[in-house]
């Protein structure tokens, strides 16, 4: 049941208007759906009408009114057809019974938590009724909401609230919401429930009033008020930035505690994993608010990036993803510091796409055919999906690029697209030929960009090799952000008619430009701002790479010259004495700059991960050895830098009784003061725990206690087992903050891992059927902790194999999810590879397994 791009067809029919009507009962909820069809000029004249089901329980069926013959109907849990429908519009009139509390999938309607909730995307909805549950399908939603008084005072649905009021004589009560803008079923959704809210109205540029609200668990009303705030910045800055109005009369946000992703953009309803609403102080770290902004904005940005502009196809899907998080992306870098936050963007790219793309799971940005779309809500549309949109701004400037985007928003508006009709606008835009560029989509893997630099002395020129290469694509377009480098800075003098606004474009498989008027042998900046998602290879030396460091103008690629120096530290590429240029430039780093921009300093001391130490050696990974190396640098970086770690502490202490305060600048002081006990520690771990363990005690927020447990609980001992303890005790009713611990935990380098995961499974508040404390536990154990996952014993691969099995039949996607931390077995030495597959074959030979993890597993092994 392989799906594929080139056989896409319009849909043979279309629903205009949909009625429904859910009454709500946790164990039998009663769906009454009523659609308006008529058959779709674009289709096929003539053709049978197939409504998509998945686990539906039909109760009634009436065409116009009228009970269907059983030879006009084939009716099964996953799908209904009407052999020979009428040939002009009709009404079909579908009754339905669920279960919302034995939904353990989370897709279509669930309860959480005591709340009812709906997920459609990817295709929810056909386990909620029979649909054309495909998004060029675009209907005007009304839905009326029927429940208990007590068991859901609030009901919301997509729209406007149209109507309310009780059910005479019963305890029960309704809600009526109208959506006037058509759209498909993924974006439908509805929520019921005891729920407290926070909310502040917002005026539109067109002068529109906006009711904004968030709701949450009743009790927690204070932690949401973040969550608003960023709401009301987003709906701003999208005015501003890309000229973009919200379109209804209120905005309603619901966070619920079971959620298989983030977040989701519902029509005026969005829902959202409570993980990334919810925050305070004492619960949540400077990390935590910086997600829940760039997601409260992300799924905001989707009203128009996805929803009155929406996919024809979900083989389109980076057409709504990448670009919404490429706006995410610029709305943070608005909101804080875009240096900053451009490096943290690099940094998840690094870690989490280009691994996808070297390893069996790699594909197109977008892909060609899937078995289950819901395994492709990947990094590589994601995140690859945002550096392509980047790139186009990049290639054709700021200016072009935003007129591009209102084309692509006047022309497509109300209309399903593809990513052609969105290249279409640009290149109307800007009346250049975007065909290689489009190129970008269609070919899977990172491409290598190699780079040679020739200096002639006497010619007084600099010129630059490029040559590129991705296995089975043509030459790609990269835009390249360059300059030179001198030992006192940028070589301004030094010119290139082939550099435009510091951007040279290489458009064929190898291209060489000269720089003329050079002075003096240069060092080439290189993908300043990282300008193309590529791995750059230079034959830049160490000395070459600390002139960088220290005198490049660009921010990113001074920090992009610290982690090359780290990793070929740790990978024994360095030349000798490096390691103490490294520490002595870092030093000078810290005493002239850290006070200056301390989040850049705490990235600038952060080394490179485990995962990006064996990305870089690619083949034949022991992460044994991958580790001593780092805590031997680490070691080395602690007591080189320990004076001015220490001081740093010092200087950058919160004064008492000083309030709290989220924004970027105050969590950069946090962020390079505990980046500073993490290598004090490293150097000295017995004054590094009791430093550790009184910053436990005095914290006054959650970034600082957690940073101070995360670096006590690598120094085996009693203090640490107390702190732990005291930590899961302090924080037994926080939920989200367990999470915390059980993933500090998990990511213990230490044989004694294992046990510790096995027992946490076993904690009152541990349950496989809650997403967030699955992915605390287990999910995130495979990439905190490569050292155990990948033991030689195999005994890591197991418990997450294990895992899997365990909890495909209760929730296939997050099953499916967690399966794809093995996408990186090929880079393991042979023994450790050969008992990473021998796990993956194991899933594979279990019987019942989910398309989701079918698909995975198939995947990982091929090839
Ligand atoms: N569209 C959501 C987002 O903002 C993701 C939801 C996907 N859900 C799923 N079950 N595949 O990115
Ligand atoms: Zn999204």
């Not at 510091?337 to 793309?357: G, K, Y």
């Not at 390893?359 to 977008?366: K, Q, T």
């Not at 107390?722 to 993933?743: C, I, M, N, T």
Request: aromatic share 8%; net charge negative.
């Amino acid at each position: 049941q392989t799906v594929r791009l080139e056989e896409y067809r319009p849909s043979d029919h279309l629903i205009d208007r949909v009625e429904l009507d859910v009454r709500l009962d946790d164990r039998e909820t009663r769906v009454s759906a009523v659609l308006a069809l008529r058959p779709n000029p674009a289709g096929e004249a003539g053709a049978a009408l197939r409504l998509d089901g998945d686990e539906i329980d039909l109760v009634a069926l009436e065409l116009d009114g009228a009970v269907l013959a059983p030879d006009d109907v084939t009716a099964s849990p996953s799908g209904l057809v009407l052999h020979a429908p009428p040939s002009r519009p009709f009404v079909l009139r579908i009754e339905t019974r669920l279960d919302p509390s034995a939904n353990t999938k989370l897709m279509g309607l669930y309860r959480s938590g005591g709340v009812y909730c709906t997920q459609c995307e990817a295709d929810g909805f056909r386990r909620i009724t029979y649909f054309l549950d495909r998004p060029d399908v675009l209907s005007v939603y009304t839905t009326r909401i029927e429940a208990d008084r007590d068991e859901a005072p609030v009901l919301l649905g997509n729209g406007n609230p149209v109507e309310a009021g009780p059910v005479p004589g019963t305890n029960r009560h309704f809600a009526v919401w109208h959506d006037p803008h058509p759209k498909p079923a993924y974006l439908f959704a509805l929520v019921g429930g005891r729920l407290g809210r926070v909310s502040a109205p917002f005026t539109t540029m067109e002068g529109r009033t906006v009711e904004v609200a968030v709701h949450v668990e009743p009790g927690r009303e204070a932690r949401a008020g973040y969550a608003l705030d960023a709401t009301l910045r987003a709906m701003a800055w999208d005015e501003r930035a890309f000229g973009r109005a919200y379109d209804l009369d209120v905005f309603n946000v619901v966070a619920v505690s079971d959620f298989n992703m983030g977040a989701m953009e519902n029509k005026g309803l969005n829902i959202f994993n409570d993980k990334y609403v919810l925050a305070s102080a004492e619960t949540a770290t400077d990390a935590d608010y910086a997600n829940i902004e760039a997601i409260i904005a992300h799924e905001y940005f989707h009203n128009w990036s996805g929803n009155r502009v929406t996919c024809r196809d979900w083989f389109q899907l980076c057409l709504k993803e990448g670009l919404t998080v490429f706006r995410d992306q610029e709305f943070s870098s608005d909101m804080r510091s875009r240096a900053v936050h451009r490096i943290a963007e690099v940094r998840t790219l690094r870690a989490r796409q280009f691994p996808e793309d070297a390893g069996p799971l790699s594909h197109p940005v977008r892909p060609r055919q899937y078995a289950e779309i819901n395994n492709f809500y990947t990094a590589t549309v994601y995140e690859k999906g945002a550096e392509i949109v980047r790139m186009l701004r990049t290639l054709l400037g700021a200016d072009t690029f935003a007129a591009g985007m209102d084309r692509y928003f006047a022309e497509n508006d109300g209309r399903a697209a593809t990513v052609e009709d969105f290249l279409a606008a640009f290149a109307q835009a800007s009346g250049r030929d975007l065909a290689g560029f489009a190129q970008w989509y269609e070919h899977p893997g990172t491409p290598r960009l190699s780079v040679e630099g020739r200096y002639d002395a006497q010619a007084r020129t600099y010129a630059l090799t490029f040559r590129q290469s991705l296995p089975g694509a043509p030459a790609l377009m990269i835009p390249i952000a360059l300059g030179l480098v001198g030992p006192q800075g940028a070589l301004d003098g030094a010119t290139c008619d082939r550099v435009r606004d510091g951007i040279f474009v290489l458009e064929m498989a190898s291209d060489t430009i000269t720089f003329e008027n050079v002075e003096a042998p240069p060092v080439p900046s290189l993908l300043r701002g990282f300008s193309a998602p590529v791995r750059l290879e230079t034959a830049l030396g160490d000395v070459d790479r600390l002139t960088l460091l220290a005198h490049d103008p660009d921010p990113f690629n001074r920090w992009q010259a610290a982690q090359g120096l780290a990793l070929r530290l740790m990978t024994g590429a360095a030349e000798p004495g490096t390691r103490e240029a490294y520490g002595r430039a870092l030093a000078g780093f810290l005493d002239t700059e850290a006070l200056a921009d301390p989040a850049f300093a705490a990235l600038i001391l952060a080394l490179p991960g485990e995962g990006d130490v064996a990305n870089e050696i690619g083949e034949g990974v022991d992460p044994d050895r991958i580790h001593a190396a780092r805590e031997d640098l680490r070691r080395h970086l602690g007591a080189a830098l320990g004076v001015r770690l220490s001081a740093l502490r010092a200087a950058l202490a919160e004064p008492p009784g000083a309030g709290f305060s989220p924004d970027a600048a105050s969590a950069g002081r946090r962020a390079l003061r505990n980046a500073a006990l993490d290598l004090l520690a490293a150097a000295d771990p017995e004054t590094g725990a009791a430093e550790a363990a009184a910053q436990i005690e005095s914290a006054s927020t959650m970034t600082d206690r957690l940073a101070a447990l995360a670096v006590l609980s690598l120094i085996p001992g009693a203090a640490r087992e107390q702190a732990l303890d005291a930590f899961g005790a302090r924080y037994a009713d926080e939920p989200l903050v367990l999470d915390k611990w059980f993933a500090l935990q998990a990511a213990i380098p230490e044989a004694g891992t294992l046990a510790r995961i096995a027992a946490l499974r076993t904690h009152p508040a541990f349950s496989m059927t809650n997403p967030n404390r699955v992915r605390a536990l287990i999910g995130s154990f495979p990439l905190s902790n490569p050292t155990q996952f990948a033991r030689p014993d195999g005994a890591g691969f197991a418990l997450v194999a294990d895992a899997v099995l365990a909890l495909d039949p209760i929730n296939p996607q997050i099953a499916a999810k967690l399966l794809t931390s093995f996408g990186s077995w090929r880079l393991l030495e042979p023994g450790r590879g050969r008992l990473a597959r021998e796990a993956l074959e194991r899933i594979r030979a279990t019987p019942t397994l989910s398309r989701d993890v079918a698909d995975i597993a198939a995947r990982s092994v091929a090839g």
